[in-house]
């Protein structure tokens, strides 16, 4: 492989912050002039706004996605001796927030084409012990969400939603985080709504979890120095907050942007033998904060973009149940065979709101020449 140095990168926030610098740094002035500098009016302003945003009643403020989700099971009492169905092909923090609990994941496939949980397999994967399904609307689409409320309804099980990925994404006109019982959100740097730290937050519509939630969140404590319930300490940062309160406005038009380049990506890279592009399902929208293709020649063509110059990743290369951190779990290579075939074969392509038209007509120009 001739690499010829990064011209196109895979992720990149340099253009967006010098394009808004002013207005970030008058947001983090604004935090450390206030005189309150932990859950502060940026904090309250925010879980308003975003709630807002994803048609909830309730958001709370957390440290991280993992938190998000560590503390959403928490809040429904999830731990020791419960099981947690999810998905193998998902970032690791999905599993090691399950953990966290002392409840153990248990896997079930995934569609090869939208890459998310297989709703037909959950009868296959649910047990005496199942106490929620934790859907992982991955790469930017959300899951199936209708079978899957109705069978978790219909079996009593609570349903925590994975949204880091797919912040904004739709499911019949719902957003991601309004359906399960609670919702999960990163708003990690690269994310779709995306900070300049760690920060998450959790979304409800249960009053009774939300308040639940902001004493998790809190040491346990619903007034100063008194605990109700052994907590944790997981705020969402007041700067990080700040940066999301000036991001959030502009958040709709990040993903039109975002769906300007697949759509890009879809026109001008159909009909290359060997080459699948991402499925998006009716009824669905797609925030493509990932688009992935997939081929047999995955780490050929990876190795040919590197050459151009052109970033890839791979998301993810490693099943999570042939993790070497993961193998107590019991599950064999071959239990999980769409999830496996998946990581040998998947490659994501750059994908950021600023990446200019040209940059991606030059991916699809490289990808082409690769395939002739
Ligand atoms: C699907 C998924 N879940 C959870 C997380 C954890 O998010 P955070 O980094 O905010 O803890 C991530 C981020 O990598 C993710 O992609």
Redesign the pocket.
């Known amino acids: 492989m001739a690499s010829s140095g990064v011209k196109i990168k895979y992720w990149d926030y340099l253009s967006e912050y010098a394009a808004h610098r002013d207005d970030y740094l008058r947001a983090v002035d604004d935090v450390f002039s206030s005189g309150r500098l932990i859950l502060g009016q940026q904090v309250a302003a925010f879980e308003e706004s975003f709630a807002a945003y994803c048609g909830v009643s309730s958001v709370v403020g957390v440290n991280?996605?993992?938190?998000?989700?560590f503390l959403a099971l928490k809040a429904l009492d999830i731990g020791t001796g419960d099981e947690v169905i999810t998905v193998s092909n998902?970032?690791v923090?999905?599993v090691a927030?399950i953990r966290a609990t002392g409840a153990t994941p248990a896997f079930v496939d995934v569609e090869e084409d939208t890459f998310l949980m297989d709703v037909s397999l959950l009868d296959g994967a649910v047990s005496r012990r199942t106490r929620c399904i934790l859907p992982?609307h991955?790469f930017g689409q959300m899951v199936d969400m209708l079978p899957l409320l109705e069978y978790a309804n219909r079996l009593g099980i609570s349903i925590v939603e994975?949204c880091?990925?797919a912040c904004g994404a739709t499911y019949n006109g719902n957003r991601a985080g309004s359906l399960g019982d609670i919702g999960?959100f990163?708003?990690?740097p690269t994310?779709v709504l995306g900070t300049f730290g760690?920060?998450?937050a959790v979304t409800t519509s249960r009053p009774e979890l939300a308040r639940r939630l902001k004493r998790l969140r809190m040491y346990g404590m619903e007034s100063t120095y008194y605990a109700e319930e052994e907590g944790y300490n997981s705020r969402l940062d007041e700067v990080q907050a700040a940066i999301l309160n000036v991001k959030l406005p502009g958040l709709d038009a990040a993903i039109t942007r975002r769906q300007r380049i697949a759509d890009i990506y879809n026109a001008d890279l159909s009909g290359i033998d060997g080459l699948s592009l991402p499925v998006g399902r009716a009824g669905r929208s797609h925030q493509q904060y990932l688009y992935t293709v997939r081929t047999e020649r995955r780490d050929n063509l990876m190795n040919y973009l590197a050459g151009q110059g052109i970033e890839s990743k791979i998301n993810y290369p490693d099943p999570i149940h042939l993790m070497r951190g993961y193998r107590f779990l019991g599950y064999a290579p071959g239990s999980l065979p769409v999830t496996e075939r998946l990581a040998g074969t998947i490659l994501s392509l750059p994908m950021y709101p600023e990446l200019p038209d040209e940059q991606a007509a030059e991916v699809v120009a490289a990808i082409r020449r690769f395939f002739t």
């Open positions: 991280s996605c993992t938190d998000a989700l998902t970032a923090p999905t927030a992982v991955l994975d880091a990925q999960a990163s708003f990690y994310k760690d920060g998450g």
